[in-house]
């Protein structure tokens, strides 16, 4: 809901990530790309809905695709051969190395099949300048 009771389709992905500090998870979810140039005209989530409206930067990140359902013991097998996969690559380094967070995103609503679901393991990274090898 939101203060202008704008009815809005759900998006793809769901995000599911964790702050900093691995402590706090949040779901996130992508808003229609006719607000992508001003937020401002977003419809404004109610104040006590604990919603808010937040602009990304662009970013690297190294992704695992995988399918099936994303349950607790998937993600962390995916997000432990992501980590492994870009710990083991010269051209880029995870940006928090010691406490990298690793963001899961969901392309399919709960009525997908397994067999037929995409998902996302994906983390911050940055390009190493190889230039003086």
Known sequence: KNKDKVAMKMTTPVIMSKDDENTAEFMSFVLPSKYWVDPQVA????????????????????IIMFGGYASKNEVE?????????????????????????????QYNDPFTPPWRRLNEASVKVVLNDTSGK
């Open 43 to 62: 419809p404004q989530p109610l104040p006590e809905s604990g919603v808010t409206l937040q602009r990304r930067s662009s970013e690297d990140r190294a």
């Open 77 to 105: 097998k995916r997000k432990k051969e992501l980590l492994s996969v870009v710990k083991k690559d010269e051209n880029w380094t995870l940006l928090n190395e010691n406490n990298a967070s690793v963001d899961i995103l």
